[in-house]
């Protein structure tokens, strides 16, 4: 059945019924409908007419899985999304293809956080934005923990930010404080208030700490998800002393220490040579990568911001982050013992006496 996302409910996924809220509490949130079922025979003939509601579109299909974007566990990037689907027919394709996707990678996610697997993905079917800058908002300090808000920005869709593909740019906001780039960026310091203000008013309608994504088009900022932040800074529990050389330098995206020996993995041909217990150190991740990063004892990439898919796997697995690590795949040598530090942000070598 095709619901309207104003009417969203539990029934719609956690997702859909969170857009829901929003629209109904006044949000600026896109237009668009649910297919609650897409296992169901029936919603193929709702779905031309439920599209000329929206416009001539594109739009964006998304997930709206039952146990994503929950209060213990997100599933951030685990399930597929289409963006500028621009006709009935791709769309009806999105919406097969966004159903069926709670696959290996989901079902891998799923093993690691003790949740059960994505049986049901309803679907949402959304107007397409086309944004300006578009990004991501954490109402709390994912490393810290702090009552700051932090959004990590790119210009145009933000697809590359939350899979990690871009280095976003970075603002911490503490009350009317703005702590972001030196010069003209992405954001300018009067967006980033504008956006902190919004993401502090839907923490205050959920009740607890949020994880939003955002978009900025022709000025007015649109809301395109809210979930809970699922883990806070003492989720990562294991010590290990980062008294070696600092080899490489990042973001700290997960916090906490881990040793292992570096595997240098540059694609799915490479995952046959992974352990566990390994360092995962890669360009980038993607969700077909989550069965690596449930098995390592930490990650570092060259790209990417703590607030990508990858470092919110990265701390619901309880396993350090190092992100933005440029030259990383060069300087780390495949079989290296290192330790890495997801709290200060280094790498730093595990075989040798640190310098005096």
Not at 101 to 121: F, H, Q
Not at 227 to 237: K, V
């Amino acid at each position: 059945m095709v619901v309207p996302l104003a009417d969203a409910d539990a029934r719609c996924g956690a997702k859909a019924a969170n857009l829901g809220r929003l629209l109904r509490a006044g949000f600026p949130v896109p237009g668009g409908f649910v297919i609650d079922d897409p296992r169901a025979g029936g919603w193929e003939d709702e779905l031309a007419p439920a599209l000329r509601t929206l416009g001539p579109g594109p739009f964006a299909v998304r997930s709206s899985a039952h146990g994503e974007d929950g209060s213990e566990a997100s599933f951030a990037g685990q399930l597929h999304t289409t963006l500028n689907a621009a006709t009935p027919a791709r769309v009806a394709e999105a919406v097969r293809r966004v159903a069926a996707s709670g696959g290996e990678e989901a079902t891998a996610y799923a093993a690691r956080t003790g949740r059960p697997a994505c049986a049901l993905v309803p679907v949402i079917v959304q107007v397409m934005v086309d944004p300006d800058a578009a990004g991501v908002a954490f109402t709390r300090h994912p490393v810290t923990g702090a009552r700051q808000v932090v959004i990590e920005a790119t210009a145009g869709l933000g697809d590359g930010l939350v899979d990690g593909v871009v280095t976003p740019e970075r603002w911490t906001l503490d009350g009317e404080r703005a702590a972001g780039p030196p010069g003209a960026g992405v954001l300018t310091e009067r967006q980033a208030l504008a956006l902190a203000e919004v993401a502090r008013r839907i923490e205050g309608l959920f009740g607890r700490p949020q994880d939003i994504e955002w978009a900025v088009a022709g000025g007015n900022v649109w809301v395109l998800q809210a979930r809970p932040i699922t883990t806070t800074p003492s989720t990562a529990t294991r010590a290990v002393t980062a008294a070696g050389r600092v080899l490489v330098a990042g973001t700290a995206a997960g916090p906490g220490t881990a040793a292992g020996r570096v595997r240098l993995i540059t694609g799915l041909d490479d995952f046959g040579r992974f352990t566990a217990g390994d360092v995962l150190v890669c360009r980038t991740t993607s969700p077909a990568w989550t069965p690596l990063l449930a098995r390592a004892a930490a990650v570092v990439t060259e790209t990417g911001g703590m607030l990508a898919h990858a470092a919110i796997v990265a701390r619901e697995f309880g396993i350090p982050a190092v992100l933005a690590a440029e030259g990383a795949m060069t300087v780390l040598a495949d079989g290296r013992p290192v330790v890495v530090d997801g709290t200060g942000g280094t790498v730093t070598a595990a075989d040798e006496e640190p310098a005096r």
